[in-house]
């Protein structure tokens, strides 16, 4: 992880779409802990297990801790703080004493002593982000955690102001915490057809010895090619209302599916599009994590697979010359 000396695989859990986001009726508890297990089974070396409080909220650092209470050695465990699901929207939250009393609860609900990674999951407009990173750094002094990350925000779809390069927020808040304490590992979407964070971004951590851990590297699915445009999500599903996930869209951006499909085959039948998506995403860096979700214990042992698959010249050239993506 960075510059530190915890170290993870290179292929961690995304725990999100077990408990938040993405087709809630299919979120089984039981599915959900086999892919846990399947991932640390797989992890090679201590698997980065991706949660926040409010995935749920609360529900998804529960089932965590449901397996963290027999397996914590094997587990890297990466939790969040800040951001809470008020009614119809979501809140953030940096005020110090309550980031003391949400780090106590999450331990709990994890069954851990020790959270790996905490991390800033959104910073507080009405609180300085150096409070709020202080209050963390006392959580590390006082052995509750052992490193912190920043969740960034200002890629292409988060509304940023027209004109300001990607993440120009991020990397002043980065500078900013950076003087406070330092800063392991940066989370933010990195895929095949999200790229803003290759910029600015991604340079930062390597620059500084941050570790950047790849979110949505499987572009919320769509890059699997198991998707199917048209054939719609359930309402409360957040791709119902994204616009790269319209019918319209996701036939437009077939080719890059396309583009994932062809380099996979010069792999061998077994590799996936999804494979090859995340080989992409580890290929950008040295100390890149990539961290697919999943609630399938299926996919959780594709995904992990994919560690193993190293792309050859020749296939990064055709992915770089992939389309952009449409939206
Ligand atoms: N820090 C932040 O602000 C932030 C923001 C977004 C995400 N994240 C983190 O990043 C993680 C990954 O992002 P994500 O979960 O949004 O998106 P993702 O990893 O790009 O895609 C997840 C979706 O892909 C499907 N999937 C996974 N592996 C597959 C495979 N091998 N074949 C076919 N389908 C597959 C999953 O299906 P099933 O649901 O059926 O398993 C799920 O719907 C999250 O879980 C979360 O931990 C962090």
């Given at each position: 992880?960075?510059?530190?000396?915890?170290?993870?695989?290179?292929?961690?859990?995304?725990?999100m779409?077990?408990s938040w986001a993405?087709?809630?009726?299919?979120?089984?508890?039981?599915?959900?802990?086999?892919?846990?297990?399947?991932?640390?089974?797989?992890?090679?070396?201590?698997?980065?297990?991706?949660?926040a409080d409010m995935y749920g909220p609360f529900t998804n650092?529960?089932?965590?801790?449901?397996?963290?209470?027999?397996?914590?050695?094997?587990?890297?465990?990466?939790?969040k703080v800040g951001l809470l699901v008020g009614e119809g929207h979501l809140v953030a939250n940096?005020?110090?004493?309550?980031?003391?009393?949400a780090?106590?609860?999450?331990?709990?609900?994890?069954?851990?002593?020790?959270?790996?990674?905490?991390?800033?999951h959104r910073?507080?407009?009405?609180?300085?982000?150096?409070?709020?990173?202080?209050?963390?750094?006392?959580?590390?002094?006082?052995?509750?955690?052992?490193?912190?990350?920043?969740?960034?925000?200002?890629?292409?779809?988060?509304?940023?102001?027209?004109?300001?390069?990607?993440?120009?927020?991020?990397?002043?808040?980065?500078?900013?915490?950076?003087?406070?304490?330092?800063?392991?590992?940066?989370?933010?979407?990195?895929?095949?057809?999200?790229?803003?964070?290759?910029?600015?971004?991604?340079?930062?951590?390597?620059?500084?010895?941050?570790?950047?851990?790849?979110?949505?590297?499987?572009?919320?699915?769509?890059?699997?090619?198991?998707?199917?445009?048209?054939?719609?999500?359930?309402?409360d599903?957040a791709?119902?209302?994204?616009?790269?996930?319209?019918?319209?869209?996701?036939?437009?951006?077939?080719?890059?599916?396309?583009?994932?499909?062809?380099?996979?085959?010069?792999?061998?039948?077994?590799?996936?599009?999804?494979?090859?998506?995340?080989?992409?995403?580890?290929?950008?860096?040295?100390?890149?994590?990539?961290?697919?979700?999943?609630?399938?214990?299926?996919?959780?042992?594709?995904?992990?697979?994919?560690?193993?698959?190293?792309?050859?010249?020749?296939?990064?050239?055709?992915?770089?010359?992939?389309?952009?993506?449409?939206?």
């Open positions: 992880m960075g510059s530190t000396p915890l170290e993870v695989g290179a292929v961690g859990l995304g725990c779409p077990m993405y087709s809630t009726s299919r979120q089984r508890g039981g599915e959900s802990l086999r892919a846990v297990h399947r991932a640390l089974d797989l992890g090679g070396g201590a698997t980065l297990l991706d949660t650092e529960l089932l965590l801790g449901r397996v963290l209470k027999e397996r914590r050695s094997e587990a890297f465990v990466s939790t940096g005020r110090p004493g309550y980031v003391r009393r780090c106590d609860a999450s331990l709990r609900r994890l069954q851990t002593d020790v959270i790996d990674l905490y991390q800033l910073a507080d407009p009405e609180v300085p982000v150096e409070e709020t990173w202080g209050a963390m750094a006392e959580l590390v002094r006082e052995g509750k955690v052992r490193s912190l990350g920043l969740c960034a925000v200002g890629g292409a779809r988060s509304g940023r102001r027209p004109g300001a390069g990607p993440y120009r927020g991020t990397l002043q808040q980065l500078s900013r915490l950076q003087r406070v304490f330092p800063v392991t590992a940066v989370e933010a979407e990195l895929s095949v057809w999200s790229r803003e964070a290759l910029e600015t971004l991604l340079p930062w951590c390597t620059g500084h010895g941050v570790a950047f851990l790849a979110a949505t590297p499987l572009g919320s699915g769509y890059l699997t090619g198991t998707l199917t445009p048209g054939e719609g999500f359930e309402p599903d791709r119902a209302r994204h616009p790269r996930f319209t019918a319209e869209m996701m036939a437009a951006n077939q080719p890059i599916v396309a583009g994932l499909r062809r380099v996979a085959a010069r792999h061998g039948q077994d590799v996936t599009p999804a494979q090859v998506a995340l080989a992409w995403v580890l290929a950008q860096g040295p100390h890149v994590v990539a961290v697919p979700g999943t609630k399938q214990e299926r996919w959780a042992g594709q995904n992990a697979a994919a560690a193993a698959l190293r792309l050859t010249a020749e296939d990064l050239a055709e992915l770089r010359n992939l389309p952009a993506a449409l939206d």
